[in-house]
């Protein structure tokens, strides 16, 4: 792995002079998601031409703009429809999608679980910030059980989703938390979630001061930061907590490893049968 | 000269005609999800596409995610299709105007069912006329075409495609259930009696490629993604660049442009069938299986000493004013029947401004309009 994860290789991935300055807030998390992506894509090899980024609506999906790969900034909820599509067209891209934890488990929660289920070739990053940035602040399904937030004045009413749990019923290859505190480790797994075949997902608890921190007792992004060091720990240790210890403690790492064949492999595979047998398709 | 081999000839329903026509124009990619009376396109595309070396057939979990993983494809490279009914179609509007934005070539076949809402799932209708042309939000041209008969449903999906590629947009085929659930004897055409069209492709080098810029045509050339031009696209009112923009000069300019590739070529979009209308005093104006009765009725007026004639619309969208313009000015009485409250009249009226007698003809209850009842109203007058 490289030793270089400075500026230096992130500028080679930047598209100099054409859109910035950026849109995000300063102290958002979501620069540090890029710059991991960036990092392990440069690590792992791949050329710039045959990426696709295939981004939502909302802060998460204005990051595709500044990156020099094939960027796709699709509609809100849907980028992992567009996604499939791209990779059955053409599996030899490295198909990586960016979405808001209210684009992939909202509106898209629908297309997130059908496509872990098909085992699609495709990284899904969700950039989990706990609510909707973009829109001003309003309640997802990521937001904690009595937090604040514009469409929830007296405290969040409904529980929110585990998205670690949700992707593994549906059968996604490989799941995945990491936190923008946690970078080194981030990194490691994106490597991983980017260089396997099959549905890879990788939720990454990234702070929205702005919107979030403000109504939840977090003054500044430092003191959000401090929050995501304390509260995620490592899979391994969070599992031997006692029950009690749990509260408020938020478990990362790798969830889920299988090696099944992305639904393009089993695709070709079938038309390959066909072929063999040489019937004519017309 | 050899002699030339006969034309294959094939027993087919409408939707099946569908999918040999899309076949021949080189669609390799369908997503869909199953809704009646549109179903056997995708059963059908289900059997076939896996057959080619390159065929890709996909069962997606609604329409909105079909629209999405066929607009994915096309980027891609792919030549594209999916097709569904009423309420699948209103499930597609967002990605439709994505698609329009965007300029992704693909073809959306909406075999209408009575509505609105779950309706009239087996029944023939035509209630999705306006919904073709106005579905989805914002200013923005749309390309409608129908078919009303099986063999015109194998020709208007071959045309589809080569419209949707040439000025790269979606283009949108409405069919409505008789037509599509028709079974007739069709011919296949020979390879070298139909012209099939790609989206043309940049030739310069990357850096040089602007992907949203005007051109003689108007319209851009699209590589397939991973050719070596990087790009973003994106559905916001973006520059020549593909970055999103809100410079009045620049949101001016897309839009203008999106309009303008439709506009400068209305006289190979609109298609229209014209019989009998020189000096007709009375004309039909019809689409889609109502077009069939109308024909059946204007011959018989015809044997009866009337002058009538029938102008059939193979384009609905950009409404083939011109030819309209041209019957309007001479005919005394324009009639125009069809399966719902009046979704084209209004157009005939529109270009009318008063000239002619309009005359309506309008079922919503399911059943098909036959040519006794245009028949009854041409002897009117
Ligand atoms: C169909 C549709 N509904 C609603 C919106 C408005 N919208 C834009 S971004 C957004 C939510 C963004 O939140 P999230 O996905 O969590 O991403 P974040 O901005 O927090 O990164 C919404 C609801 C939209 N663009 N399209
Ligand atoms: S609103 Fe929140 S998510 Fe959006 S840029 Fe600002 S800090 Fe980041």
């Given amino acids: 792995m490289s030793e270089f994860t400075g500026n230096e290789i992130i500028h080679q991935y930047l598209r100099h002079n054409k859109r910035f300055p950026h849109v995000l807030c300063a102290g958002c998390g979501h620069g540090i998601v890029l710059g991991t ?26 990051l595709a703009v500044y990156v020099d790969f094939n960027t796709i900034h699709t509609t809100h909820g849907r980028a992992l429809t567009f996604a499939t599509g791209i990779k059955m067209a053409n599996p030899q891209l490295k198909v990586i999608c960016l979405m808001g934890d209210g684009d992939a488990l909202s509106i898209g929660g629908n297309h997130l679980i059908h496509a872990a289920r098909r085992n699609v070739g495709i990284t899904a990053l969700i950039l989990n910030n706990n609510i909707y940035g973009m829109t001003g602040g309003q309640s997802s399904p990521a937001t904690p059980l009595g937090a604040k937030s514009m469409t929830s004045p007296f405290g969040q009413l409904e529980k929110s989703f585990d998205t670690v749990e949700l992707a593994r019923g549906a059968g996604a290859n490989f799941v995945a938390r990491g936190t923008v505190f946690h970078v080194k480790k981030l990194e490691n797994i994106m490597i991983e979630a980017i260089r396997r075949p099959g549905f890879n997902l990788v939720e990454t608890l990234t702070p929205c001061h702005t919107q979030f921190g403000r109504k939840n007792k977090y003054k500044s992004p430092v003191e959000m930061y401090k929050w995501l060091k304390k509260a995620a720990i490592d899979k391994e240790r969070y599992d031997e907590l006692p029950e009690d210890k749990r509260e408020g403690r938020i478990p990362i790492g790798v969830f889920v490893e299988r090696e099944r064949d992305g639904l393009e492999e089993r695709y070709a595979k079938l038309r390959e049968s066909f072929r063999k047998t040489s019937q004519g398709g017309r | ?28 990619f369908y997503a869909g999800y199953p809704i009646t009376p549109s179903s056997e396109i995708m059963e059908i595309m289900a059997a076939r596409l896996p057959h080619l070396e390159d065929g890709v057939f996909m069962q997606m979990e609604d329409e909105i995610a079909s629209m999405g993983a066929a607009i994915g494809a096309s980027m891609a490279g792919r030549k594209v299709m999916t097709a569904t009914s009423g309420p699948g179609f209103s499930l597609m509007q967002e990605h439709i105007g994505y698609a329009v934005m965007a300029e992704t070539p693909l073809v959306v076949v909406n075999v209408m069912r009575g509505g609105p809402s779950t309706g009239l799932p087996t029944s023939p209708a035509q209630g999705d006329v306006q919904q073709a042309r106005w579905g989805t939000h914002g200013d923005h041209p749309i390309i409608v075409l ?9 020709e208007m999906t071959i045309t589809a495609f080569n419209m949707a590629e040439k000025y790269r947009t979606p283009v949108i085929l409405l069919l409505d259930e008789v037509t599509a659930h028709t079974r007739e004897k069709i011919e296949i055409p020979h390879a070298d009696e139909y012209e099939v069209f790609s989206r ?21 050339p699209m590589p397939p993604l991973g050719a070596g031009y990087r790009f973003h696209t994106t559905g916001l009112t973006h520059d020549r660049n593909g970055f999103p923009t809100s410079r009045p000069d620049e949101v001016v300019d897309l839009t203008e442009r999106l309009h303008r590739k439709i506009d400068q070529f209305f006289y190979d979009i609109q298609l229209v069938d014209e019989v009998d209308t020189d000096g007709a005093d009375i ?22 000493g009337i002058k009538a004639g029938l102008l059939k619309l193979k384009t609905l969208f950009p409404y083939p004013r011109r030819h309209t313009d041209k019957v309007l000015a001479h005919a005394k009485t324009v009639v125009v029947p069809e399966m719902n409250m009046g979704q084209i009249s209004r157009e005939v009226k529109r270009v009318n401004m008063g000239r002619a ?20 109203v041409i002897m009117q007058g």
């Fill in chain 1, 37 to 62: 992506l960036i990092r392990s894509i440069h690590d792992l090899g791949l050329p710039k031409d045959d990426v696709v980024i295939v981004a939502g609506i909302g802060c998460s999906g204005r």
């Fill in chain 2, 357 to 376: 007698t309009v005359r309506t003809i309008n079922r919503v209850d399911g059943q098909i309009v036959t040519p006794s009842e245009i028949l009854k």
């Fill in chain 2, 283 to 304: 004309v039909v104006i019809a689409y889609g299986s109502v077009a069939r009765s109308a024909e059946y009725a204007v011959q018989q007026a015809r044997e009866s």
């Fill in chain 2, 200 to 220: 043309i492709v940049p030739n310069m080098p990357p850096e040089w490629y602007k992907p949203f810029e005007e051109t003689v045509r108007g319209v851009p």
């Fill in chain 2, 146 to 154: 129908s078919a009303s008969n099986v063999q015109e449903c194998l």
């Fill in chain 2, 1 to 28: 000269m050899a002699r030339r081999k006969k034309h294959k000839e094939i027993f087919a329903l409408g939707n099946e005609a569908v999918v040999e026509g899309a076949l021949l124009a080189g669609c390799s």
